[in-house]
């Protein structure tokens, strides 16, 4: 019997068909976006030069001023979230928010040829630039609400959102449908905004976010919406303007 592909596999995790794309599955159609962008971050992120610049260029700078000097660099955020997820080969990853599919390549390399790495965007001009950069034969791409997963319950082992969840417009309905798919015991790690303290830079961040359409969470914030869902063990690291947030579904 012939070996199913990545993305056979992955039909068989949702809860809708999809069509096939250009590489990818489409739940979202022709002229369909995945909502309207909640700011000009997102705008940019639907354009189709910024992913051809995001992955080697645009991400690495903003994630810098973001998180500072001392904040991991883009390939150490990898890292980071590879080591927090635990994938093990053949487990199920999801990477909501994929973008051009740097973090997906990385599970799809963790979870070996047995696995799945399913890469999940709303933008059909990052999931191109994401097919284009190629990969392991365990990842697939699907074009999809990331808010609310099109996604059977319990099917995943580990889901990645990263700098994502404070584009949503509602980052607390993401938060519990990141919960409904994943498996007993599956890992979630974030990295979103974390608002300082101190008055003024609190001030001066909000504003910032504002403009930029983003949702400046408090330090604390996500772990405490994680905990109220379920997760144990959680785990928060702090950069500049940043968190990294992981845990386990008990």
């Given amino acids: 019997m012939p070996t199913k592909t990545a993305t056979e596999r992955l039909e068989a995790l ?11 599955l489409d739940l979202l159609g022709p002229a369909t976006q995945a909502g309207p962008p909640t ?9 189709t030069l910024l992913p051809q610049v995001y992955e080697r260029y645009w991400r690495p700078a903003l994630g810098r ?9 883009m390939a150490g955020e990898v890292r980071i979230a590879t080591k927090l997820l635990a994938l093990k080969p053949g487990d199920t990853a999801l990477d909501v928010a994929c973008g051009t599919g740097r973090f997906t390549r990385a599970f799809g390399a963790a979870v070996g040829p047995d696995g799945l790495a399913v890469g999940l965007d709303g933008a059909r001009t990052m999931l191109l630039k ?3 950069e ?5 990842v697939a791409y699907l074009r999809a609400d990331a808010v609310h997963l099109p996604f059977k319950e ?3 082992d580990g889901l990645c959102c990263f700098a994502a969840l404070h584009m949503f417009a509602e980052p607390e309905t993401a938060l519990d449908s990141f919960a409904r ?11 979103t ?26 330090r604390g914030e996500i772990a405490a919406s994680l905990r109220a869902r379920g997760f144990t063990g959680i785990t928060e690291r702090y950069a500049g303007v940043t968190q990294i947030v992981a845990g386990r579904l008990s």
């Fill in 14 to 24: 949702l809860d809708a068909p999809a069509k096939a794309g250009d590489g990818y």
């Fill in 154 to 156: 319990s099917i995943v």
């Fill in 130 to 132: 994401a097919v284009a």
């Fill in 134 to 138: 190629g990969g392991p034969d365990s």
């Fill in 39 to 47: 700011g000009l971050t997102q705008r940019l992120m639907r354009t």
């Fill in 193 to 218: 905004s974390a608002r300082r303290g101190w008055q003024p830079a609190r001030v001066a961040e909000t504003v910032g976010g504002i403009l930029s359409g983003q949702r400046m969470f408090d």
């Fill in 181 to 191: 798919v994943l498996k007993p015991g599956g890992r979630i790690v974030l990295l």
């Fill in 65 to 73: 001023a973001l998180k500072g000097p001392l904040g991991p660099s």
